[in-house]
């Protein structure tokens, strides 16, 4: 098996710097639409045989160095009692969002193996087909927190925020609920099969670093020590607030994958140099020409400077709009370029 990810994620050696992107299984693909034409999302999600077949599109097309899972993250909120839609071009849409404590305690338990079994039935056949390695997520705690309150995803989400300091036992206890949940739901795709998970917390660049400390931080790093325990290779993702970096990195990761709003020796030299950094070229640079994507790739590689540990990906996901021949040339371009310092 190709693994330069795993080694990359254990600050190893490689041959050459590993690559994948985030919704790389996605709209861009025309053989995507060609099957998301014929079913709905939601049914793919459910239906391990598509959410397989979904998966391993791109990395029939590309040499990636890694299939991320075909799902999304509004599962768990799914399974908690809350009714949910994915809205083209805006994600998950609850027509009960949380908006009272009394809201939250009438969040259903999850059982795992009954409600989500379907997530793990996808990733076995995987491990049949993949010669790269496969990579689970979830929401973080904070991230479907915000989704359960707001309703949809937002640009500040100012309800989430009144919701924790109105009702700050409450919104513990939510963000308590979701960590058990996703805890055991990252344990479990593990075991299945995936062999390394990504954490996305997708809304946390909206906190300034007290607010994450006091509120987020306590309830994600109970997620990673568990996962820890399990020796399953982590990935850490948040977007937005740059002050966050070093907050993230006591929440726990391997690999804390960075956003494009910053440099990535910048963000590397915050976080730390014991720990992987994945990232972060700009989606936006996939749509340009195709020199224009190379240089801003070669600009990301130069950031890294040959430290063994960078994983190369987008600072998001791919936009549905990109180029196809873009995202080649820079895969291209990442696995040629000279690795180790």
């Given at each position: 098996?190709?693994?330069?990810?795993?080694?990359?994620?254990?600050?190893?050696?490689?041959?050459?710097?590993?690559?994948?992107?985030?919704?790389?299984?996605?709209?861009?693909?025309?053989e995507?639409?060609?099957?998301?034409?014929?079913?709905d999302?939601?049914?793919?999600m459910?239906?391990?045989?598509?959410?397989?077949?979904?998966?391993?599109?791109p990395?029939?097309?590309?040499?990636?160095?890694?299939?991320?899972?075909?799902?999304?993250?509004?599962?768990?909120?799914?399974?908690?009692?809350?009714?949910v839609?994915?809205?083209?071009?805006?994600?998950?849409?609850?027509?009960?969002?949380?908006?009272?404590?009394?809201?939250?305690?009438?969040?259903?338990?999850v059982?795992?193996?009954?409600?989500?079994?379907?997530?793990?039935?996808?990733?076995?056949?995987l491990?049949?087909?993949?010669?790269?390695?496969?990579?689970g997520?979830?929401?973080?705690?904070?991230?479907?927190?915000?989704?359960?309150?707001?309703?949809?995803?937002?640009?500040?989400?100012?309800?989430t925020?009144?919701?924790?300091?109105?009702?700050?036992?409450?919104?513990?206890?939510?963000?308590?609920?979701?960590?058990?949940?996703?805890?055991?739901?990252l344990v479990?795709?593990?075991r299945a099969?995936?062999?390394?998970?990504?954490?996305?917390?997708?809304?946390?660049?909206?906190?300034?670093?007290?607010?994450?400390?006091?509120?987020?931080?306590?309830?994600?790093?109970p997620?990673?020590?568990?996962?820890?325990?399990?020796?399953?290779?982590?990935?850490?993702?948040?977007?937005?607030?740059?002050?966050?970096?070093?907050?993230?990195?006591?929440?726990?990761?391997?690999?804390?994958?960075v956003?494009?709003?910053?440099?990535?020796?910048?963000?590397?030299?915050?976080?730390?140099?014991?720990?992987?950094?994945?990232?972060n070229?700009?989606?936006?640079?996939?749509?340009?020409?195709?020199?224009?994507?190379?240089?801003?790739?070669e600009?990301?590689?130069?950031?890294?400077?040959?430290?063994?540990?960078?994983?190369?990906?987008?600072?998001?996901?791919?936009?549905?709009a990109?180029?196809?021949?873009?995202?080649?040339?820079?895969?291209?371009?990442?696995?040629?370029?000279?690795?180790?310092?």
């Open positions: 098996m190709n693994d330069r990810l795993l080694r990359a994620l254990s600050r190893k050696p490689v041959d050459a710097t590993p690559v994948w992107f985030m919704r790389q299984a996605g709209r861009y693909l025309p995507y639409r060609e099957l998301r034409a014929k079913h999302l939601f049914a793919m459910r239906t391990p045989e598509l959410s397989a077949e979904a998966t391993l599109l990395v029939r097309r590309y040499d990636f160095d890694a299939a991320v899972m075909f799902s999304d993250i509004s599962l768990p909120l799914m399974t908690a009692g809350l009714s839609t994915i809205e083209p071009n805006q994600g998950p849409i609850l027509a009960n969002p949380v908006r009272t404590p009394e809201d939250v305690s009438r969040l259903q338990p059982h795992l193996q009954r409600d989500l079994g379907f997530v793990f039935d996808t990733i076995r056949i491990r049949k087909e993949l010669d790269v390695p496969l990579v997520f979830a929401g973080a705690p904070f991230t479907l927190a915000t989704y359960a309150i707001e309703g949809k995803g937002g640009r500040d989400m100012a309800t925020r009144a919701f924790a300091v109105k009702h700050p036992h409450a919104f513990a206890d939510l963000l308590a609920y979701f960590s058990d949940v996703v805890a055991r739901f479990e795709q593990h099969g995936a062999q390394a998970v990504q954490l996305f917390d997708s809304w946390a660049g909206v906190l300034n670093e007290r607010t994450y400390r006091e509120h987020v931080l306590p309830h994600t790093a997620i990673f020590m568990t996962l820890k325990e399990e020796a399953c290779p982590t990935i850490h993702f948040g977007t937005g607030n740059p002050a966050l970096h070093r907050a993230m990195r006591e929440a726990g990761g391997d690999c804390v994958s956003d494009w709003r910053t440099g990535l020796d910048e963000a590397w030299s915050a976080i730390g140099h014991d720990r992987a950094i994945q990232g070229l700009d989606p936006a640079d996939l749509m340009g020409p195709a020199e224009t994507a190379v240089s801003a790739a600009n990301v590689l130069r950031r890294a400077g040959g430290r063994p540990g960078h994983v190369f990906n987008l600072g998001h996901g791919i936009f549905p990109t180029p196809v021949d873009n995202v080649e040339a820079v895969i291209e371009t990442v696995h040629r370029w000279k690795v180790g310092a």
